[in-house]
Nanobody, 116 residues
């Protein structure tokens, strides 16, 4: 079992920055593929960025060049640095962990609001 707790959400102005962090419980963090998703009101949850156990990263086109995902296996954390924020980045951001081969865990989310 993996428990995930997100932090770092809040209010930012357009053009500003926020840094989200996700802390994971357990001893299996280093083998987890971690991802950040977001869900805006009335929209489907979408993948924003992911990072594998080998630190390979993947980004949605909408955030490429503005957001950076990173992980610290010693601290069991995965961060999402969000720069050049836009109002359309406003959403609840969720942390997800994939434990091979089939298990998936979700955090409860953290709200990000970007004002114009």
């Amino acid at each position: 079992q993996v428990q995930l707790v997100e932090s770092g959400g809040g209010l930012a102005q357009a053009g500003g920055s926020l840094r989200l962090s996700c802390a994971a419980s357990g001893r299996m963090f280093s083998i987890l593929t971690m991802g950040w998703y977001r869900q805006a009101p009335g929209k489907q949850r979408e993948l924003i960025a992911s990072i594998t156990s080998g630190s390979s990263t993947n980004y949605a086109d909408s955030v490429l060049g503005r957001f950076t995902i990173s992980r610290d296996n010693a601290k069991n954390t995965v961060d999402l640095q969000m720069n050049s924020l836009k109002p359309e980045d406003s959403a609840v951001y969720y942390c997800k962990a994939d434990l091979p081969p089939f298990k998936t865990f979700w955090g409860k989310g953290t709200l990000v609001t970007v004002s114009s």
